[in-house]
């Protein structure tokens, strides 16, 4: 290095440790790119600049990556640790030719690389973005340019305390030597497809071109099908054609985002402030993934699970933070009141009413704006469920926003479209009060300034938050596979609705429920709200707690249920302590110990939590319920009972493992609970040790309260084989209600109307019923038989009176009508 470079290396080293606070993405790049610090290490920069060079030191250092100033030494050669793929824009011109220096620097290492077949170069490209404005439409690329002197001086001074350094995935220069050679072109090649890359990358940080509100209204009015939606709404309400389009005007200026950058920067700050000031921490997993995905040109389609208001706000922050763009978020239009609503349709909120089913100018302005999001390249954000669930289970998908997704690819789109799940899950949902107060019959508080005054108050510490990003969703890939002959219903006028797509996207919104469920992340809270809620009297020793915590994180970990599901990293012990200090539980002390236990009103909002991650322990609790009431079967009789249950938890719970894997996961499991010490394994028996029974007692709890459920609907069906699918819902609710006050069930969902509709759902794919609704009486006897195997005599009991009972009322009804 010159001595007058090094110089000024110097003199900027100082402005810029105060003007400059840089953030890496990733921020744990060693692991998130599987980078090996033992070989040699290269930086590729986009643009010659010394104040780049200075920001990426400052954070790689950080990072425990090697300093780009070092020499790189190789068999006794010295090299530049950083390289630049273009010149640095001056005053009088551009020169955005490689630099001769990085091509003599490329071609000498792969000229290493003939000589050495050891050596592996990993060149790291980086990228040093000031800011993240996206640019204008008609203004501003949204690519990637060089700066001058005092353009890169002014970015430093209005943009350094928001200047990212992304770190991109490794280049092996050992694998571009054997897929390629060595020869000059291949270093010339190198450059040109780095460029590219680092143009990507600014487009992923900092989005498409933003057009004007007007502009985009503009143009949506020229399109073809709203302008024929117009004249039908014209002609329909025998109003002029003037007024048919100032109505579409307004519609579009009640549903679309007003997205402003300074909105969302300013946002950050204020959000940054919220989440330290209520959560202990913020978990991000599987971000990487998404990354790529936004580098690779995908449209991203987030799907979160709906817990809480501040699920958006909480999504598109760690997005922010994350080096990606906030997606524009469907927002359901209650919550577009002053001064919300302004601030939330700048931050990239659009508005969409509860229902629009036979208002056609509506749909298809929606339909219309939707598909302009999805061809200017803005990711976009909907929650499936279509509102937040008031029992903290997943709930059925509404598909109409998917529906509206697929038909916007009709129109012929030329990018990928990727669904993403996100599992977004909390130690404390803040509404969560409010939820047992509906699901006891309390009327919905309608959104307000009021409220949210209200809730602010209240804030303070909820423990861990959790962001779980889901194995994405190729939907092009899912079409291809599930409709074959998509692409030739292809229509630009994006109105139609082939026969195929209605039962493709219910299959869609399967997988992609499934894979959010996938993505759990169990934490103190929901772990510890499990085990308590299992014992009778929603007490345990700590001791005991500890225990069923232990025995949960060893299924957790020694039987992963899913790649993206997070486990906790501490002990039980560890776990237990971080629970109690959220102030949820009772603590009492006698001279044994201590107790841990739920008041009645906590025993109710525990259920939420627990109901987070129920699925996670399905199978193995349904293992122990029908072990600890049987005490022994053979290996195959617990399969074979597994599996005739097996269909209806998958469809209520969305499990993932497939009905052909089944089996081989139900061995896992009880092996599991072998190794645990709580069950013996001999000859393919399988029997319940008496010495430790309470853990296992705990955790076929778990899923007891559900088998009561199917025991209820199967004993019915059996009772009265001629009930249709309404009356079946309504006695099998009246039912659980009785049987939940003779034994303490408090659990809401436990006589939830929408979970008996998904168990008819079931019945009739397994049979139980034809499409005419009549029963197999036989089959139908018979899984209820097993279903009252796995149930304590008290229950048993309880359910057979009530059964009858219903039956004779039923009987007398009939009479009576005769």
Known sequence: ???????????????????????????????????????????????????????????????????????????????????????????????????????????????????????????????????????????????????????????????????????????????MASSHGTDASIAHKLARVA??????????????????????????????????????????????????????????????????????????????????????????????TVRRLAQDGHEIVYVPCHRSHMDYLLLSYVLYHEGMVPPHIAAGINLNFFPAGPIFRRGGAFFIRRSFKGNKLYSTIFREYLAELFAKG????????GGRSRTGRLLQAKTGMLAMTVQ???????????????????????????????????????????????TIRKLRNFGQGYVNFGEPIPVNQYLNEHAPEWTKDIDPMGGSKPQWLTPVVNGLATKMMTHINDAAAANALTLCATALLASRQRALSR??????????????????YSSTCTVPNEDAETLVKHAESLDKFVLETDTMGEIVSLDRNQSILMTYYRNNI???????????QMLVRRQKLTMAQIKAN??????????????????????????????????????SIEQEMVEIKQNNTQVLVLLGRTISETLQRYSIALNLLVAMPELGKSDLEIKSQDIAQRLGRLHGINAPEFFDKGVFAALFTTLKEQHYLDIDGNCDLEKTRQFAELLYTMLYPEVRLTIRESVCQAAEHCELEQLTEE
Request: aromatic share 8%; proline share 5%; hydrophobic share 40%.
């Open 195 to 288: 460029r590219i890359h680092f143009s990507r990358q600014k487009l992923a940080a900092s989005g498409p071109n933003l057009p004007s509100r007007q502009a985009l209204f503009n143009r949506l009015m020229k399109s073809k099908a709203i302008e024929k939606a117009i004249e039908d709404e014209a002609s329909s309400k025998d109003i002029s054609l003037e007024k048919a389009r100032k109505e579409a005007h307004d519609i579009m200026d009640e549903i679309a985002a007003d997205f402003s950058y300074s909105l969302v920067r300013n946002g950050d700050r204020v959000l940054g402030w919220l989440w330290n000031r209520i959560y202990q921490g913020l978990n991000i997993n599987n971000a990487a």
């Open 614 to 624: 129920i699925h996670l322990f399905a199978i193995p609790a349904l293992i122990a």
């Open 1 to 175: 290095m010159s001595s007058g470079r090094s110089l000024s290396r110097s003199l900027l080293k100082l402005p810029l440790s105060v003007l400059v606070k840089g953030t890496a993405i990733p921020s744990n790049p060693i692991e998130d790119h599987s980078i090996d610090i033992n070989k040699p290490i290269v930086y590729a920069l986009p643009y010659r600049s010394a104040v780049d060079l200075l920001s990426l030191q400052k954070q790689v250092k950080s990072l425990g990556l090697p300093d780009p100033l070092e020499p790189l030494e190789i068999n006794g050669k010295s090299f530049n640790r950083y390289v630049f793929t273009s010149s640095r824009q001056t005053v009088i011109g551009n020169d955005s030719d490689v630099p001769a220096e990085s091509i003599a620097l490329f071609s000498e290492l792969l000229a290493l690389h003939k000589e050495d077949s050891e050596l592996d170069v990993q060149v790291i490209p980086v990228t040093v973005l000031w800011g993240r404005k996206p640019g204008k439409e008609g203004k501003h690329a949204t690519y990637l340019q060089s700066l001058n002197g005092p353009q890169k001086a002014k970015a430093v001074l209005l943009s350094g305390r928001d200047c990212l350094v992304r770190i991109s995935p490794v280049v092996s220069l050992r694998y």
């Open 408 to 454: 916007a690819m009709l129109r012929g789109l030329n990018r990928p479209v990727t669904l993403v799940p996100v599992y977004i899950g909390y130690e404390h949902v803040m509404e969560v009060g409010t939820y047992a107060k509906e699901l006891r019959g309390s009327r919905k508080e309608k959104e307000n300034a009021g409220l949210v005054l209200r």
């Open 378 to 385: 803005y990711s976009v954000e909907y929650f499936s469920e």
């Open 543 to 560: 001791d005991s707690l500890v225990r069923q915590i232990d025995c949960y994180l060893s299924l957790l970990k020694n039987v992963p």
């Open 642 to 679: 597994v599996a005739q249950v097996y269909p209806f938890l998958k469809q209520e719970l969305f499990l993932s493992i497939d009905e052909t894997n089944l089996d081989q996961a139900v061995e896992a499991y009880v092996n599991e609970l072998a190794n645990q010490g709580l069950i």
